[in-house]
């Protein structure tokens, strides 16, 4: 920050110095005043030839030359020496260079240049002279030109945003790792200016920016570590610095176990990104961060950190068995090693088979059986459900084996186990006594007749009076988990694999799925995320439709969509429609999104919802905006978004102005 800016426009025209100039120099000149010249030494006293040699008349012989002496060529005349450099003479001229660069009086190191100058020989009047000959005064003159902002009636605040940006800008363009890290092994302390950067938010996010860029950079390292010892660890967590030391990746990991305790699910939505990039970024991060994950999960309400880590694994499960193995290593799944041989096979092919199914099962089915969590996987039950409910002939599960593969599936969803599975290096606390599980045979037995039904109903497409009657008896198992389960995946084989979802749309078939659909998104909050997973796939399913049905065909896909906002599942709706805009969607799509939104919505709205709405109403045209049924649902969201007081980003609220102008706009 420049500070107030000058009240007094002519203040760098009156005078070629300006007075907190004069001030500095008349500082300089005190301390000059006080340094003493350094003391000329006494003349070197020569011995004069002996009188008595003189008197006496006596010639002596010249004494051979010594080495020191310089040499003669054959005519006697002694030949040119080499220039002898002066140390004192040479630090003096570097000194003189520095102090008359432009504006030097404004160089930190203006007093170290200037102390050395007169050190070595140099006069105190010659340091004003060349301070001032080299005064340009930059400082007075962005001073003056903020002061000329103010009277044209700019905001303080948005002069020191445009001052900002620039000298941020010139940062961001300028900064020298080598240079910076040299001043900063030189340094005896702390300057203020990287003090007075760590305290305020606006210059922490430069120093992010550029540690984000200069990974290896000693200054930048060192003002992430102190502002992670200030507290600032949400603002350092997706920082490669955060990875880089120990203790600041500590203190960031320990306040993220401290939040996301308290996160509703849209926050952990927005949180999980950030946090798996953080602790995936080696493999000594992830590992500590499981540790700790499967620690905290064993103890009371620990099952939110039992899905960190279960994300965390996910996150990397493209990089090869490796996060899959140090998964088991954490646990005593050691004590089982056929169970974590199975396991394995199955998470390792993406596909149960008969062999490794009637290991486990017996496992489970025996008098002393393995903890419940080695499969309370939602991986390892996504396997067993896809293989289920697979129409496909030649991979169809056959009933006999499929009685093991739902027997399973329902004991990993149904059967109350508190058993720890860490394996903890604290003998005292592995063998703390604790309930064995808790196996209810009569829900056990409902749960698989829920998914034997829904397997029987599923096994095959139906079309017309044959699917409202199936979609009728689907709708007496929903209520179980594991069995909608099921239907999700039967709904996503008949509308999406294929070319079925064209089918189902000429049928009109593709109303009764999104019925089963929207009434399992009531039930179970928690599937919601699989019932997304299958609408986006509706949406980017290519299709043999003319361009008119294909886009009819979107628009009830998009009714599903706004229909998962309207009970609760927003922020990764809102994140997949804003990508739209860099796909070339058609815009009566994204109108028709935008239009069923706003309509079920109501102020006051999030800045998150703002941003995605307004993204969305940018690339719009004026015609679009303009639409009756548009306008009649944009224009109040507009109004209110602009004069009801929201701190929007600068980015959001030029959209948003640009949006509003257009929508006011003649013709």
């Not at 002996?50 to 030359?65: K, L």
């Not at 399913?541 to 896909?557: G, P, R, Y």
């Amino acid at each position: 920050s420049l500070g107030p800016t000058d009240s007094r426009p002519n203040a760098v025209l009156a005078k070629p110095f300006s007075t907190s100039a004069h001030k500095v120099l008349s500082c300089v000149f005190a301390t000059l005043t006080k340094m003493e010249s350094p003391a000329t030494p006494p003349p070197m006293e020569v011995d004069s030839p002996r009188s008595s040699d003189t008197e006496s008349g006596q010639t002596s012989e010249a004494p051979p030359a010594s080495p020191s002496q310089p040499p003669q060529d054959a005519t006697g005349v002694e030949a040119p020496a080499a220039e002898v450099i002066d140390p004192k003479k040479l630090e003096n001229e570097q000194a003189k260079a520095m102090l008359q660069r432009p504006d030097a009086i404004f160089e930190p190191d203006c007093f170290q240049h200037l102390r050395k100058y007169i050190s070595t020989g140099g006069s105190p009047v010659e340091v004003i002279q060349m301070l001032e000959g080299g005064y340009i005064g930059y400082p007075q003159m962005c001073n003056l030109v903020c002061y000329w902002l103010k009277v044209a009636g700019v905001s303080e605040e948005d002069i020191q945003a445009i001052v900002y940006e620039y000298v941020k800008k010139s940062i961001l363009e300028k900064f020298d790792v080598a240079k910076t890290d040299i001043l900063f092994q030189h340094l005896q302390a702390v300057p203020d200016w990287l003090e007075a950067m760590l305290q305020a938010p606006a210059w922490r996010k430069l120093l992010y920016e550029l540690s984000a860029k200069h990974k290896d950079s000693l200054l930048l390292n060192y003002a992430i570590q102190r502002i992670s010892e200030d507290g600032h660890q949400n603002e350092i967590a997706s920082l490669p610095a955060a990875n880089t030391y120990f203790p600041v990746y500590n203190r960031v990991l320990d306040y993220a176990f401290g939040r996301v305790v308290q996160m509703s699910e849209d926050e952990l939505f927005n949180f999980l990104p950030e946090f798996t990039r953080m602790c995936n970024h080696g493999e000594h991060t992830y590992l500590y961060a499981q540790a700790l994950s499967y620690m905290l999960a064993g103890e009371p309400g620990g099952d939110i950190f039992r899905r960190l880590s279960q994300e965390l694994e996910r996150d990397v499960a493209d990089k090869g068995t490796i996060a899959q193995r140090l998964a088991f290593y954490l646990t005593n799944i050691l004590e089982y090693p056929s169970l974590m041989a199975s396991i394995s096979t199955i998470l390792g092919e993406g596909r149960a088979n008969v062999a490794d199914m009637d290991k486990i099962y017996n496992l489970y089915t025996s008098a002393a059986p393995p903890p419940v969590k080695y499969i309370r996987r939602p991986d390892f039950i996504d396997i067993l459900v896809h293989d289920l409910f697979e129409m496909s002939s030649s991979s169809m599960v056959t009933k006999e084996d499929a009685r093991k593969w739902i027997w399973v599936a329902a004991y990993a969803s149904a059967v109350v186990d508190n058993r720890p599975i860490l394996a903890y290096a604290d003998a005292d606390k592995a063998q703390t006594p604790v309930d064995p599980p808790r196996v209810d045979k009569q829900v056990l037995d409902v749960i698989t007749g829920h998914v034997t039904s829904v397997r029987d109903v599923c096994r095959r497409s139906y079309f017309g009076p044959e699917l409202i009657s199936a979609v009728d008896q689907l709708r007496a198992h929903i209520d179980s988990p594991l069995a909608s389960l099921g239907i999700i995946r039967w709904v996503r084989t008949n509308l999406v694999e294929g070319n079925n979802f064209a089918t189902a749309f000429n049928t009109k078939s593709s109303t009764s799925y999104f019925a089963l659909l929207r009434e399992i998104c009531h039930i179970h909050p928690f599937q919601r995320p699989k019932v997304f997973e299958v609408l986006t796939a509706c949406f980017e399913v290519e299709t043999d439709l003319d361009a008119l049905m294909a886009l009819s065909a979107k628009k009830v896909v998009v009714d599903q969509l706004a229909f998962l906002m309207e009970v609760g599942y927003v922020p990764p709706v809102l994140k997949y429609a804003v990508s739209w805009t860099s796909r070339h969607v058609d815009q009566s799509v994204t109108r028709h999104f935008i239009t069923k939104v706003l309509d079920n919505s109501e102020p006051p709205y999030s800045v998150q919802f703002i941003e995605a709405m307004v993204s969305l109403l940018a690339p719009l045209t004026v015609e679009a905006l303009k639409a009756a049924e548009t306008a009649k649902v944009v224009n109040p969201f507009l109004l209110h978004c602009s004069y009801s007081g929201y701190s929007l980003p600068k980015e959001t609220s030029k959209q948003l102005q640009q949006v509003l102008s257009a929508t006011k706009s003649k013709g």
